[in-house]
């Protein structure tokens, strides 16, 4: 299997792409990106891929702008020097939140981008927790979407007394994301009004659901500036909850999340490795849970030919 199977970084994360090649136990795969005195971006192969399986690792992170180039160049290169399949996994689908026409004369770039990464040489994707189920059709060759719920809600079941929790989801449109967590914890749901008045301000009203003395874990599939989960808390503390806890799959962190989650009376926030987080935004509360083990398996089940859903039985 081995011999066939080739996994490249296209830079913006390459840890994880390294650590899904121990697991898989492959080198990762060598490629030069470099930027030409121009600002354009260079993408050459450095090694042979005439007829292998070929898996391009890329978060779409700050600057997403440059990632989403550098996929594209690398897919576009591989294409070019004859790879059997390409791949496209993308841990981080941050256009997926650009799924609907809410404003007049928007683009859906969630639509656009899928739209590139075909137009590249991208055979199929495979991803993780995307903002919206919809999103998926967005696509028009396979997807494999993976989900991170299992593994950061095992880590809560370890760490807490259930019997004392109620999963909190922020808004109604993450009601059902939050009631798949709920779910597999076994335990009650709790949704907050919420309403957005910009990007960075969320206000936020009442709690729907029984949280008076309980534990709460509060799920999102993202947190970005960490507005929404600093009017999460205070309403939470308004219902007088006892203590909060956080999940998230992608950790993006941008603008003051960081101050102001280091500031809240979160007691924990568990994120997955899907974006690559520096040393300047760790901090004590954030607990970080690797996707490595299973981003490898899936790539060698989809590899094989095997059911990637088969993962989630």
Do not use: W
Request: glycine share 6%; charged share 25%; with cysteine.
């Amino acid at each position: 299997m081995n011999d066939n199977l080739k996994v490249f970084s296209s830079g913006a994360n390459t840890a994880l792409a390294k650590e899904i090649c121990n697991h898989i136990g492959i080198p990762l795969s060598q490629i030069e990106i470099s930027r030409f005195s121009n600002d354009n971006l260079f993408v050459q192969i450095q090694e042979s891929v005439r007829e292998k399986d070929v898996f391009v690792i890329q978060s779409l992170t700050h600057p997403a702008s440059d990632h989403i180039m550098a996929l594209m160049l690398t897919m576009d290169a591989l294409r070019s020097a004859s790879a059997r399949r390409i791949t496209a996994v993308i841990p981080y689908y941050s256009y997926a939140r650009s799924d609907k026409k809410d404003a007049p004369r928007i683009s859906i770039a969630g639509r656009l981008i899928a739209d590139l990464l075909k137009t590249a040489g991208a055979d199929r994707v495979l991803t993780m927790d995307l903002h919206s189920d919809s999103v998926h059709g967005f696509f028009s060759m396979p997807v494999d979407h993976l989900t991170a719920v299992p593994i950061i809600c095992d880590y809560f079941a370890r760490s807490l007394d259930l019997s004392k929790v109620v999963v909190v989801a922020t808004d109604a449109g993450g009601a059902k994301r939050a009631g798949r967590f709920a779910e597999r914890l076994k335990t009650s749901m709790a949704i907050i009004d919420k309403r957005r008045i910009s990007d960075s301000d969320v206000k936020q009203g009442l709690v729907v659901g029984n949280v008076e003395g309980k534990d709460a874990i509060v799920f999102e599939d993202e947190i970005s500036t960490g507005s929404t989960l600093v009017a999460t808390i205070q309403t939470l503390e308004k219902a007088r909850v006892r203590k909060i806890y956080v999940g998230a799959t992608h950790p993006v962190l941008c603008g003051n999340a960081v101050k102001n989650l280091k500031a809240s009376p979160i007691e924990e926030i568990v994120v997955s490795n899907t974006v690559y987080i520096p040393k300047d935004k760790q901090f004590p509360k954030l607990k970080v849970l690797s996707m490595g083990p299973l981003f490898s398996r899936a790539i060698s089940r989809i590899h094989t030919g095997e059911s990637v859903s088969a993962l989630f039985e």
